[in-house]
Structure formats: C-alpha cells, structure tokens
C-alpha cells in the first residue's frame, strides 16, 4: 500500500518531470510525460534518477505552486557550500555511465529519439553533468545552463548559435584572445564579420550596429587591461534592434556581476577558472534566461558533440563548495597587494577595478559586488622591458602563467596587445592572486623589485 503522502509527492513529481522533459526535448531527450502521469511508481523512480535534470530553481518555484513551503534563500555563499534541503547532499553522487542502461525495451518508431527514459545517452547529459548545469543555473539565476569542455567552446558555441553566413557581430577588442581568432579564422571562413569596438564604448555601440548585426558580446572587466564595460547601455542600445548580448562572466564567477540583472541574454564562463578553482580541470558554461533561448543553444550544442566528462563535473562540484570562501580571500588579498603595488614609483597604473585607476571603475562601483583575484599594473615609461622581465623572473612565490583562478599566484609580462585604445606597450604585467599568505606575496613583489634594478 502506498503512503498517501508519498503518492502526492509523486504525482507532483511526475507533473515536474513532464516540465522537465519539455525543456530538454531539445536536446533530444524527450519522453512521453503522461505516462509518467499514470504512473506514481515510475514517477518517483524517474525524480530519484533525474534529480538535477532541470534547473532546481524552477523545480523549487513549481513545488511552492503545488504548496511546498521550502524557501529559496538568496544567499549565495551558504548554497555553495552546501544545499540544506533534501535534494542535495553533502556528498557527491557520481555518475560516469556514458551508455545508460534502460530499464525498457521499447522503441518508438514513431518518433524515434523518444526512448520513455530521462536519460538515453551520454552525450545529451548525465546526471552528474546536470546537477552541475543546475547549479550554476541557480547561482547565476538562469533558466537554463549548458556545461561544455571549455571556456572556449563555450564562447565558440555562442557564436555558432547567433551568427550566420552574412552576419555581424560586435566583440570588444579586450576580449580574451582566443575569441579573436575564432572570428578572424573559423567564422571568416563562413562569411561571419567580427568587428572589433573600443571595451568603453557604453551606448555609443549604437553607432556601430548595422542591419545583419546578430550579436554583441561583451567581456568585463576585459582581460588584461581589464576595462569595465557598461553592460546596462550596451544592453539599452541592442534591445531596440532585438540583437542579442552575450558576456563572457568569469571574471565575476557569475557570482560579483548579475548579468540576466543587467539586461545579458546569454551569459558564458570558463569553469576553469574559480569553479575548478585548483588549476586542474577545463569545463565552460553558457547560460539563458529564455526558453526560445534555451533551444537555439540546445540545437547547436547537440549538434556539435560538446559532452562533457561526469569526471570534470564531479572537480567543478566540488570547486563550488570552497568557491565562496575562496573568492572573499581572494578579493582582500588582491586588493591589499594591489594598493602596496600603487604605492612603488615603479608602477604607473594599477588596472584593478576597484581601484580608480581602472577605466569603468565607477561603473564596477555601481554594477558589482565585488572584485576577483586577477589585475594588471603598468610600469612607468622609463622602466625598461628587460628590467619588467627581469623582475617576473625573480618572483619565487609568483609562478610565469596565463590562466588564473587557482590557488597559485601568477604573473605575465606582456608585449604590446596591439589595441586601437589605451595600448599601454610593453609595459603591462597581469597578476593573478593565490591563496598563499598576502605578507608573503607583499615580501615576494618587493623582492623582486629590488632584485630586477
Ligand atoms: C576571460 C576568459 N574567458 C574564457 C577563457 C577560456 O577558458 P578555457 O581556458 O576554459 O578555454 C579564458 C581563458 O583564459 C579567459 O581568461
């Protein structure tokens, strides 16, 4: 006999599963959610597999309709550490199977990718990668998130989703570099303009929008000469033309900037960085807030085969329990070391955004909520190459590296960028700040100075 609360239970579940289903037919996982409907067992059966399927916010929203009391916090240090309610736990459940075993034998020939299972195949998720995309779609409060192999991927999807032969697209010139050679290689070759505009240009991208324009990315702060972009007027001068904007949010760990807040339509990380937090793991993400959204992302990410392991996802579940408390280390500490580097007659700028030498500071001040572990300095006109290089050279505690995000303090010199605005030569080095001891780091820049004259 089955408890009456548990059949409740279980026909609402089964009615969430049918919600479910509807927002990932497009990525081929549909089943046929009345026969779930007429079956509590398999309902229940079905939420235990699925849980993380969907984005657990919506699941939460739809629970509260059916007159469930739990509440969504908004808290989101506490959420990254742990879930205080039953369909989290503390531990991961790690799922790798790549083929699902079914537990039924029938084939729909009608419509043949309906198989009657939440899961049918590797590549269109599995339970690990979903509870994943589920968690960065609560914490960056989207409807919908896609978990790809990298920060690339993830922005070359985006691309290949909005753009077409004969379309435009506007990028920052102080987006990431990669994105660059993604327009100027792969989306020349299919006849798809990449115009570059100066990071500060606000509302005046109006100017620069033209009738094939299919895309605005934005990036902010911007990398290395970390620009902050008005993301708000960028928006206000896109909506007008229906032209969707895209930001690359990994700065922010989609944590310190609201991007769906701000107007954003798509909003992409590389996991790689504060997710995975340990310099060990390559994954991305995108994100939409819409369902008409949520499906041309969902078509092309199937098409291309961008499944990701369930070993990964594990890494960057468990880089989301320490997330919070990392990133409030991280911002005293680079902000502490930042101010002393402001200090040195050596240095010129400090291009940190909560710093006033950084361009768009005033508007991280009103968009922000906080600052991450990444900035630059440059050095004064009359401080030679050699002695710059000199210097990276002699840091101990700072190791010579591009990425950032991990536990271990970095530092670039780079040669000029090459930008049309504030090209700052070659006098430009980027930190990234670890989590080893901000004294130590302090001691360890000062030395280096020193060493490098
Ligand atoms: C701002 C930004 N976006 C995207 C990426 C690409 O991420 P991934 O290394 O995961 O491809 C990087 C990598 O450095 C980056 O700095």
């Not at 506007?170 to 115009?195: Q, T, W």
């Not at 050095?379 to 002699?394: H, T, W």
Request: negative net charge; glycine residues 8%.
């Amino acid at each position: 006999m089955i408890n009456p609360e548990l059949l409740t239970r279980a026909q609402q579940y089964a009615e969430l599963s049918k919600i479910a289903l509807d927002w990932e037919r497009p990525l081929g996982n549909g089943t046929d959610g009345a026969v779930w409907k007429s079956n509590v067992d398999t309902a229940v059966k079905v939420l235990e597999r699925e849980r993380g399927y969907y984005n657990e916010r919506d699941a939460y929203l739809r629970l509260q309709e059916y007159g469930f009391t739990e509440q969504i916090d908004d808290f989101w240090i506490p959420k990254l550490v742990n879930y205080c309610d039953d369909l989290w736990t503390i531990e991961m459940d790690f799922i790798t199977k790549s083929p699902y075993i079914l537990d039924f034998a029938k084939v729909r020939i009608d419509r043949p990718p309906d198989f009657g299972g939440p899961y049918t195949y590797g590549i269109y998720g599995t339970p690990t990668t979903l509870k994943l995309a589920a968690r960065i779609a609560e914490i960056e409060k989207a409807r919908h998130t896609f978990i790809v192999p990298s920060g690339q991927a993830a922005i070359a999807l985006i691309y290949l989703v909005y753009c077409q032969a004969g379309s435009h697209a506007l990028m920052p010139e102080s987006a990431y570099a990669n994105s660059r050679e993604i327009a100027d290689d792969l989306l020349a070759g299919f006849d798809i303009e990449v115009e570059s505009y100066d990071p500060m240009i606000g509302a005046g991208i109006a100017g620069l929008i033209r009738p094939n324009t299919k895309l605005i990315w934005t990036e902010s702060p911007g990398s290395i000469t970390m620009e902050v972009q008005d993301i708000p007027a960028i928006v206000a001068a896109a909506r007008p033309h229906k032209i969707p904007v895209a930001m690359d949010n990994t700065y922010a760990a989609g944590i310190l900037f609201d991007a769906f807040a701000h107007g954003v339509d798509v909003s992409m990380q590389a996991l790689t960085k504060y997710v995975g937090g340990h310099s060990d793991l390559l994954l991305g993400t995108v994100s939409v807030q819409d369902d008409a959204a949520m499906r041309q992302v969902g078509r092309i990410y199937r098409l291309l085969g961008l499944a990701v392991s369930p070993d990964d996802c594990n890494l960057a579940l468990r880089g989301l329990q320490t997330l919070g408390i990392r990133l409030k280390h991280l911002e005293q500490s680079a902000l502490t070391i930042a101010k002393w580097l402001k200090t040195r007659p050596e240095v010129a700028l400090v291009l940190h955004p909560a710093l006033p030498d950084c361009p768009g500071h005033d508007i991280w001040k009103r968009d922000f909520t906080g600052s991450a572990s990444v900035f630059s300095i440059v050095f004064q006109d009359d401080v030679s190459v050699e002695r710059i290089v000199k210097f990276v050279e002699a840091l101990r505690l700072f190791k010579i590296g591009y990425s950032w995000g991990g536990v271990t303090s970095l530092a670039m010199a780079y040669a000029s960028l090459g930008r049309a605005n504030r090209n700052y030569g070659r006098q430009l080095v980027r930190f990234n700040i670890g989590l080893e001891e901000t004294d130590d780091l302090i001691a360890d820049l000062d030395q280096g100075l020193i060493r490098s004259t």
